[in-house]
């Protein structure tokens, strides 16, 4: 159980944005519980690619059993990656298929999208998920030297992955299933951006680095970019999952004020409870005051 995830009433009157947008109402119950006033500002939405012809060409590399090594990196993108197959291949004929290679997942919802066709991976990235984990998990399936490899992509390519897989000698298959894009409304992020420029919130959540682009992105289109990077820097406390997150926030000049120990919603959820108010009262005494940046434990 997260530390401090007892801890009702931890938040009471906390003011905390919250940008999730598919577990937007799990998240925002989650820290809701510990007393905080959540603001909901769903960032971004999955956006599928009606035209894939790079899925069609994973189908057909598979039928040919020329792909060696296949990369599941989300839940949402393998289903998407079925669903682009069906018209083609049932379900059952797929997973035959894909049982030929060597599955890798880079986290536990992939996997769970695997079993449900009866497929269990041969490794699986450990925590925090990042390329780096995701890649030592690859190498599980042996040396990759004029190898196939094929990534379900999720969002955006990841080019460090992808460049580390090339330099090991593999043939690269890119599989991409959908794209990230600005929610259709987004009147909710705008306002959002607008009370972070005013400081009128205390907590801001971020647990894609795409959350962080986007808010930047509408910031710009209001105006408010260097307003709402200076209130993130100086005045609101950011609560962030993962090292992806945390390195996009030093790319924006900005740093992670609460870290959980695991990039888990329960774990940030608990996380803002415990050290939201210790961080808000350093963060607004300024510099001087702030502890160094918290991290993450690591187990073992």
């Known amino acids: 159980m997260p530390a401090g995830s007892d801890g009702e009433g931890a938040l009471d009157g906390v003011r905390v944005v919250v940008f999730e947008a598919r577990r937007a109402v799990e998240t925002a119950r989650l820290i809701e519980r510990h007393g905080a006033v959540v603001i909901a500002a769903p960032a971004m939405r999955e956006v599928p690619l009606e035209e894939n012809p790079e899925a069609i060409e994973c189908l057909d590399l598979l039928r040919r059993g020329a792909i060696d090594v296949f990369v599941a990196t989300t839940g949402v993108g393998f289903r998407l990656l079925l669903a682009a197959w069906a018209g083609r291949v049932d379900a059952a004929s797929a997973a035959a298929l894909l049982s030929r290679t060597s599955i890798v997942a880079r986290g536990p919802k992939p996997v769970q999208a695997l079993r449900e066709i009866g497929l269990a991976p041969l490794a699986v990235a450990a925590e925090p998920n990042t390329w780096r984990e995701l890649l030592a998990a690859i190498d599980v399936a042996g040396p990759l030297e004029g190898?196939?490899?094929?990534?379900?992509?999720?969002?955006?390519?990841?080019?460090?992955?992808?460049?580390?897989?090339?330099?090991?000698?593999?043939r690269l298959v890119r599989v991409p299933v959908y794209r990230?894009?600005?929610?259709?409304?987004?009147?909710?992020?705008?306002?959002?951006?607008?009370?972070?420029?005013?400081?009128?919130?205390?907590?801001?959540?971020?647990?894609?680095?795409?959350?962080?682009?986007?808010?930047?992105?509408?910031?710009?289109?209001?105006?408010?970019?260097?307003?709402?990077l200076s209130a993130l820097r100086d005045r609101v406390v950011v609560a962030a999952v993962g090292p992806t997150v945390q390195e996009a926030l030093r790319e924006a000049g900005l740093r992670a004020d609460v870290l959980p120990e695991h990039p888990k919603l329960g774990w940030l959820a608990a996380a803002i409870a415990a050290r939201a108010r210790g961080a808000i009262a350093a963060k607004r005494a300024g510099p001087a005051a702030r502890d160094p940046l918290p991290r993450p434990r690591r187990d073992g």
């Open 147 to 170: 190898r196939t490899v094929a990534v379900q992509e999720y969002g955006r390519p990841n080019r460090d992955l992808l460049g580390a897989i090339e330099a090991r000698g593999a």
């Open 180 to 228: 990230w894009a600005l929610p259709e409304d987004t009147g909710p992020l705008r306002a959002a951006a607008r009370t972070i420029a005013s400081a009128e919130v205390d907590v801001a959540t971020f647990t894609t680095a795409v959350q962080l682009e986007h808010l930047l992105e509408v910031a710009g289109g209001e105006g408010i970019r260097d307003a709402v």
